[in-house]
């Protein structure tokens, strides 16, 4: 029977506001600022918002298996259409949108091409190795970000000759510019370009806040999750751990079960997306409304859906329970601290402004458990179990090393098979489910393991999304077409 240790009510009320608007990078052209951006120190500056300025984790997390369909709650249409597998009827202006989310993305790849285009320019480029590697990063990862939900996924074992999204290398010099998409396979290939080439410039020592850039160690997990998706474990296993030489992991997660299992819901939010946390790697500003409405959004996480998500404290013996803590605010709208909001007034005296949520894009966590899936397929089976164990050790409420570990037998027990291998991978994704939830990272296991997602509505309809359904890849903007993209099959 599924316990949970801490379970707690609140009572959360916000004001209404405008929402923050987003402009389609493919319809105008960005602003120019070369005049003042004359120095290594600006071109840093510049890089600030080379980075997708928009949240996935709605649409993300509502096609998942996290979320059910409470039968009232928050009407957002980016949540509902999501959740139904429609094409989600948004602007670029309409905050968590996918359409908000592909424009964000090549805002900041503009960005990113206007300071590798003032960098190529200048008389002393070496001077600027660092921004040109952050540079090249940011774009790398924007267009990963592109490829994954606006394109059939990628196969390492296919050709992905499908189409993909378009590779911008170069600054915006007409308002409106043809693009072509391309394949699949050719944007990894950029992609992978784009990271080979910009990882070893990264230097830490040039940032005043290194979290909210592409620091060192956020690049090494950037380059373990590319490679995860490659199914290249030996670069995957490299990259990860270059993330923390010294193996320092378990200092550096987050103290679920330890310092964090006395604080309040206030203290959580307000920590979990600190620059100051240990565990988070990268921090990006969204603008956002997923601070607010997560608990309350109709298609979210129900009681039952934490029973199925938490279910995997059995994997563990001695009776473990997870430590994370559960709170509901109004019936049936559960949730964990995490991601909150903070508003931004227009002015001083203004009581309108804008919602923002501080997303961790990379973090200790899942770094690890790139690792420890990579070993998997790699036969490193005592390696998978230290680090199974690890993640226990900071994760499990009321923690007895000699009690709660994860080994071949109880794993054995959990999944009825004696396929070890499988068993590691099946456990890591079941970790990873409860670790990441309500921030949207579980689709991209789903989308890896070609799991089918099926969603069953208040009503009695049943939505079921297999492998290679069309349902699965984000339509592209209407307004992409003034590029001459075209739409993705429906």
């Given at each position: 029977m599924i316990t949970i240790r801490k379970f707690r009510k609140i009572m959360l009320f916000l004001p209404l506001l405008a929402l923050a608007g987003c402009e389609d990078f493919l319809s105008k052209e960005p602003d120019s600022t070369r005049a003042i951006i004359n120095t290594p120190k600006k071109v840093s500056q510049l890089l600030t918002t080379a980075y997708p300025q928009a949240g996935y984790v709605v649409f993300s997390e509502s096609m998942s298996d996290n979320v059910a369909d409470k039968g009232v709650g928050e009407d957002d249409?980016?949540?509902?259409g999501s959740f139904l597998f429609e094409v989600v009827e948004a602007t670029v202006d309409d905050q968590d949108s996918p359409d908000s989310y592909w424009a964000e993305c090549y805002r900041a790849v503009s960005v990113a091409n206007e300071a590798l285009d003032i960098i190529?320019?200048?008389?002393?480029?070496?001077?600027?190795?660092?921004q040109k590697g952050e540079a090249l990063l940011a774009r790398a990862y924007a267009h990963f970000m592109l490829v994954n939900y606006y394109c059939r996924f990628f196969d390492p074992q296919q050709g992905n000759e499908s189409p993909g999204i378009p590779y911008v290398t170069v600054p915006e010099s007409v308002v409106i510019k043809q693009y072509e998409r391309g394949t699949v396979a050719g944007v990894y290939q950029m992609i992978e370009k784009d990271l080979q080439e910009g990882l070893p410039l990264i230097s830490d020592g040039t940032y005043t806040i290194p979290k909210y850039h592409f620091n060192l160690a956020a690049a090494n997990a950037f380059a373990s999750r590319f490679y995860l998706v490659k199914k290249d474990y030996q670069k995957v296993l490299q990259y990860a751990n270059a993330v923390?030489?010294?193996?320092?992991?378990?200092?550096n997660m987050r103290p679920w079960n330890t310092t964090y299992s006395s604080m309040s819901p206030a203290?959580?939010?307000?920590?979990?997306?600190?620059a100051t946390e240990n565990a988070n790697?990268?921090?990006?500003?969204?603008?956002?409304?997923?601070?607010?409405?997560a608990p309350t959004y109709r298609y979210g996480m129900t009681y039952g859906k934490w029973q199925e998500i938490s279910v995997s404290e059995r994997i563990i013996a001695g009776n473990a329970g997870w430590a994370f803590p559960l709170y509901y605010r109004g019936e049936n709208n559960y949730f964990i601290p995490k991601l909150t909001e903070y508003f931004v007034r227009e002015s001083v005296n203004a009581e309108i402004g804008f919602p923002y949520v501080m997303l961790p894009i990379f973090t200790v966590e899942e770094v690890l458990f790139n690792r420890i899936e990579a070993n998997a397929y790699l036969n490193n089976?005592?390696?998978?179990?230290?680090?199974?164990?690890?993640?226990v050790s900071k994760r499990v409420d009321n923690y007895n090393p000699?009690?709660?570990?994860?080994?071949?037998?109880?794993?054995?027990d959990y999944f009825g098979t004696s396929n070890l291998r499988n068993n590691i991978i099946e456990t890591v994704l079941a970790f990873k489910r409860v670790e990441f939830v309500q921030e949207g990272m579980r689709w991209f296991d789903l989308q890896r393991y070609n799991r089918t997602v099926t969603h069953q509505t208040r009503t009695g309809s049943v939505i079921t999304v297999p492998a290679g359904d069309n349902r699965r890849v984000l339509q592209l903007p209407q307004t992409a077409a003034l590029s001459g993209i075209t739409q993705n099959p429906r």
């Open positions: 249409k980016t949540n509902r190529s320019k200048v008389s002393d480029p070496e001077n600027y190795n660092a923390f030489p010294s193996n320092n992991f378990a200092e203290e959580l939010f307000n920590i979990y997306s600190r790697l990268l921090l990006v500003e969204t603008a956002s409304n997923f601070g607010r409405f089976t005592a390696a998978c179990l230290t680090d199974l164990n690890t993640y000699s009690a709660h570990k994860v080994t071949a037998a109880s794993m054995r």
